[in-house]
């Protein structure tokens, strides 16, 4: 588990308004997903979905005015199992979820 919460984006509703010169680009396995990382600071910034190629997975926490905390409820994936490895859909790969309570209301 990486440990960000990633939101979904269609290829071409991505801009990248600052940093692309930083970018440094990791695939492995069957290199279909496209790993996006700060060569700089090393955070992950997003990824070309595998299972859904026309789809890039963002950071929340790299968009503009967006935090992770905007989000109440994040379901959490088990980093093991993926679902293009599953093909008849059987089962989860969710093992959880993690709330967000805000201590200032």
Same mark, same amino acid.
Not at 17 to 46: M, V
């Given at each position: 588990?990486?440990? =960000?919460? =990633?939101?979904? =984006? !269609? %290829?071409?509703?991505?801009?990248?308004? *600052?940093?692309?010169? =930083? %970018?440094? %680009? &990791?695939?492995? $396995?069957?290199?279909? +997903? /496209?790993?996006?990382?700060?060569? /700089?600071? @090393?955070? &992950?910034?997003?990824?070309?979905?595998?299972? $859904?190629?026309?789809?890039?997975?963002? $950071? +929340? +926490?790299? %968009? *503009?005015?967006?935090?992770?905390?905007?989000? /109440?409820? #994040?379901?959490?994936? !088990? @980093? #093991?199992?993926?679902?293009?490895? $599953?093909?008849?859909?059987? @089962?989860?790969? #969710? #093992?959880?979820?993690? &709330?967000?309570?805000? *201590?200032?209301?």
């Amino acid at each position: 588990m990486r440990g =960000a919460v =990633a939101v979904s =984006a !269609d %290829l071409d509703g991505l801009e990248i308004l *600052e940093g692309e010169d =930083a %970018l440094t %680009l &990791y695939t492995f $396995n069957t290199g279909t +997903a /496209k790993h996006f990382f700060c060569s /700089k600071c @090393g955070i &992950y910034t997003f990824h070309q979905r595998r299972s $859904n190629p026309r789809q890039f997975g963002v $950071n +929340a +926490a790299c %968009l *503009e005015g967006v935090s992770p905390f905007d989000f /109440k409820v #994040i379901p959490v994936n !088990d @980093g #093991i199992n993926h679902p293009s490895d $599953n093909p008849d859909q059987t @089962g989860s790969c #969710i #093992i959880g979820y993690l &709330y967000y309570k805000s *201590e200032t209301t």
